[in-house]
């Protein structure tokens, strides 16, 4: 398959991520790596961006799309059989639940739902149990969206915190492909 695999800015998670990323390639899949503009850019105590982008690029073989006009063309060109946001933070979930469209990745999603094609959320936030919650419900009601199984990461300090199986995101996409949500969601 032709994936495009997004990152978002849960730095936290991009290790687990990257992980994902790498057994899609290990498994023969043909995948393109874009990022919005704070992972791309950021530096946290989690990695240095510029590790991190030479990792992934290492990985997939291929540039990162990593601009808004770099992502437009997915859609037209039918680039991908599936679009991944692994992690997907709250501030794209809620940007994909209400149509804002400014940055990489919500061009990329927005772009690739154009052609009617599934779009893999892999939740990563503190407040999904809080103010996510009713945009994970929007996007879990629209169509052509599907979600990497997901649970709670630390219910004692952080009870309202989800996260996603990074084990399932092969998993989740192939269910994705044929129309069918992986379950269980939690």
Same mark, same amino acid.
């Given at each position: ?53 030479? *990792?992934? !690029?290492? @990985? ?9 006009? +770099? %992502?437009?063309? &997915? =859609? ?40 009617? *094609?599934? !779009?893999? @959320? ?9 103010? +996510? %919650?009713?945009? &994970? =419900? ?49």
């Amino acid at each position: 398959m032709k994936i495009g695999y997004c990152l978002t800015g849960s730095f936290c998670t991009f290790k687990k991520s990257i992980e994902a990323m790498q057994s899609l390639v290990d498994s023969g899949h043909i995948v393109t790596p874009i990022m919005s503009f704070n992972a791309y850019n950021i530096d946290t105590r989690f990695g240095n961006a510029k590790d991190v982008r030479e *990792k992934v !690029v290492s @990985i997939c073989g291929r540039d990162i799309i990593s601009t808004i006009d +770099s %992502a437009e063309p &997915i =859609g037209p060109k039918h680039m991908f059989d599936v679009l991944c946001v692994v992690p997907c933070t709250s501030n794209t979930l809620a940007k994909l639940a209400n149509g804002i469209n400014d940055t990489p990745v919500t061009m990329a999603v927005k772009s690739h739902l154009r052609n009617d *094609k599934p !779009v893999v @959320i892999g939740v990563s936030t503190n407040d999904a149990l809080g103010a +996510s %919650a009713k945009n &994970i =419900g929007v996007l879990m009601n629209n169509r052509n969206f599907y979600f990497v199984p997901m649970a709670l990461d630390n219910p004692c300090e952080k009870p309202r915190s989800l996260v996603c199986d990074f084990s399932k995101v092969e998993g989740t996409i192939k269910c994705a492909v044929d129309g069918v949500q992986f379950n269980p969601i939690f």
